[in-house]
Nanobody, 128 residues
Framework: QVQLVESGGGLVQPGGSLRISCVTS????????IGWFRQVPGKEREGVSC????????YYADSVRGRFTISRDNVKNTVYLQMDNLKPEDTAVYYC?????????????????????WGQGTQVTVSS
């Protein structure tokens, strides 16, 4: 059974840092593309970053490029999103998503429909 469980969210001041995690189970992480999305009430889910298979270059939304870093530990079956220099507009529920993939580096952040499995989300609040 495929499962994704996010954790590590919380309250942080503007300019601070936070690392959120997505622990996966029920599949081999190295065979799956992983995406991070976020959502605020009343808005559509927004792609933040994604990582394809094969240690390819990840993708980032313009709004987070240079501040967020996605990484994966295939041994621990965990994907991380390191978030630095956080801004109030980064406040959202953050979700990880997965899809089995056989094309190196393939992943997307412009649509949620690419992914087959989703976690339950973790709240990140950036406020003073």
């Amino acid at each position: 059974q495929v499962q994704l469980v996010e954790s590590g969210g919380g309250l942080v001041q503007p300019g601070g840092s936070l690392r959120i995690s997505c622990v996966t189970s029920g599949f081999r992480l190295e065979e799956y593309a992983i995406g991070w999305f976020r959502q605020v009430p009343g808005k559509e889910r927004e792609g933040v970053s994604c990582s394809g298979i094969g240690d390819a270059t990840p993708y980032y939304a313009d709004s987070v490029r240079g501040r967020f870093t996605i990484s994966r530990d295939n041994v621990k079956n965990t994907v991380y999103l390191q978030m630095d220099n956080l801004k109030p507009e980064d406040t959202a529920v953050y979700y990880c998503a997965a899809r089995i993939e056989n094309v190196r580096g393939m992943c997307v952040i412009d649509t949620t429909h690419f992914y087959d499995y989703w976690g339950q989300g973790t709240q990140v609040t950036v406020s003073s």
